[in-house]
């Protein structure tokens, strides 16, 4: 059971590298374009990154049973938000 855990994991980073280079790789193309707004790019990089170190930070300090009620939370809000736009 641990080996499958493991390769879970190792798949997950794997696709997460997949679509690192690939939008790296794409980034001088729309830059070049001006399809890039500099400013909203940097907002967008520092907002993943304060996202990130505050899961990480937290990921390791809270239960699952409230990671997963926080991530339903977060999935019921953005739904709401979606239907409110598509349906009002």
């Known amino acids: 059971m641990k080996a499958r855990f493991v390769h879970t994991r190792f798949h997950h980073s794997l696709l997460w590298l997949a679509c690192v280079v690939c939008a790296a ?3 001088p193309l729309f830059y070049a374009r001006g ?22 930070y937290f990921g390791g300090r809270a239960r699952a049973k409230w990671l997963k009620l926080l991530m339903a939370g977060v999935l019921v809000a953005v739904s709401l938000l979606y239907f409110r736009k598509a349906f009002l």
């Open 35 to 56: 399809q890039v707004d500099p400013t909203l790019a940097a907002a967008a990089v520092l907002g993943v990154l304060a996202g990130s170190r505050a899961g990480f």
């Open 25 to 27: 790789a794409s980034v």
